[in-house]
């Protein structure tokens, strides 16, 4: 199993960058979020994005955040301020979102919290750098061109990382650990259906699967 970063110097680009691995979670019942989390984390793995897909989410956000100041929790699936507002009020350190709202990414810097908006256009990508974000999410990567696309648009920005989600799971994940990949996201890492059944051995079995990957791809 992977080993928990808990040093509190760390940023959150940091943590994220150095498990290399974001769940997306899709909570249905927010009474479940703590033993997923304490799932994930026996598997290596101290990041939860929690989507706000579903109205369990915010509740989730605020339940894992309080009960596990060891993982690093973020709203996912962000469209608007409001929520946007509301998921850093329960307790969300970063904010994820489809893609790219000037609101919400104004917000969330002057506020000091981590954004990662979708951005797979180099428009998009350029209207990120100028609001001087430098980590943007690929979604959904298997649609846009997976690692191709990633690595044909790092020719002209590379000093930008991807965090590619969707269409990615344990088949493929050593394709995506290149150097131009802050971290790979996706819902393999927590199934969703294994949740409801409150099957975390599974959950940390993947979660311990998946950083033995991205281990090796890094040695």
Known sequence: MGAIMKENNLTVTERIAATGLIPVVVMDDAGRAVDTAKAMAAGGVDIMEITLRTPAGLAAIEKTA???PDILVGGGT???LEKCKEAISRGAAFIVSPGFDPVIVEYCLKNNVSVFPGCVT???ITMALNK???VVKFFPANVYGGIKAIKALSGPF???KFIPT???DL???AEYSIPQVLAVGGGWLCDRMAINDGDYSLVTKICAQ????IKQKRQ
């Open 66 to 68: 309080a009960a596990c």
């Open 78 to 80: 962000v469209l608007s």
């Open 122 to 124: 180099p428009t998009e």
């Open 132 to 134: 001087g974000l430098s």
């Open 158 to 160: 590379p000093h930008v």
């Open 166 to 168: 969707g269409g990615i």
């Open 171 to 173: 088949n493929n994940l």
């Open 210 to 213: 998946s950083v033995e990957i």
